[in-house]
């Protein structure tokens, strides 16, 4: 199986003693294929990996879907990377948007999207309009982000693209989060847990789906649930 997990609010969060357990399932499980899939960017992936305590992903899919990484070569996979920044604006893009009000921008290294803070006062229209002007996709999450990514690309669209690379079937496939920046991965169809804590909009989207669980054990609590909830899969704790 493949576990394809968000970082922060879900593989990152929960009890030590959740963590301690999932972490050390999937360290000892080679039946188990671990894909982080986050908003983060590769550098601070990369960071996050110099703790000895925390599994190493085989692929790293950063920045909201809009970069795709083999981990151990450091290279980014393809077709699928190529096919994205082809439909990349570039710096037009962050040169429109700076006419929007209420947007502040993330000063993190960002390829192929741009990210920014925003809150109550932010004209999130005049944003989406400029997205759509681009050709591109504008994801809010947590109340607070706002991404802008290529039209098409998000975490549910290249995570299936990059099963298509590794000839990896649909149904073999766990997804993990607690963000609307997540709600593409169950969107796709995939078998997948909402964890504890999660944003509440992201609960009523997911809501009745029947190929998600939503739980209340927060962050690695939920993703042990899910992996014991779902027999396929193989696993019980």
Known sequence: MLLATDLDGTFLAGSAADKAQLYELVRSREDIQLVFVT???????LTLLEDPALPRPEYIICDVGATVTHLASLVAVEPVQSAIAGLWPGDEVREKLKS????????????????YYYDDATDIET?????????CDLVLSAGKYLDVLPKGVNKGNTLQQLLGVLSLPHHQVLVAGDSMNDYSMFE??????????????LLVRTAGMPNVLQSDCIGAGGILEALNRFPEFGIYL
């Open 39 to 45: 908003g983060r960017g590769i550098r601070s992936v």
């Open 100 to 115: 929007v009000k209420g947007l502040l921008h993330q000063e993190a290294q960002q390829q192929y999207r741009c990210s």
């Open 127 to 135: 944003a989406r309009q400029v997205a759509e002007s681009l050709q």
């Open 188 to 201: 796709m169809g995939f078998k997948g847990v909402v964890v504890g804590d999660a944003e509440p909009e």
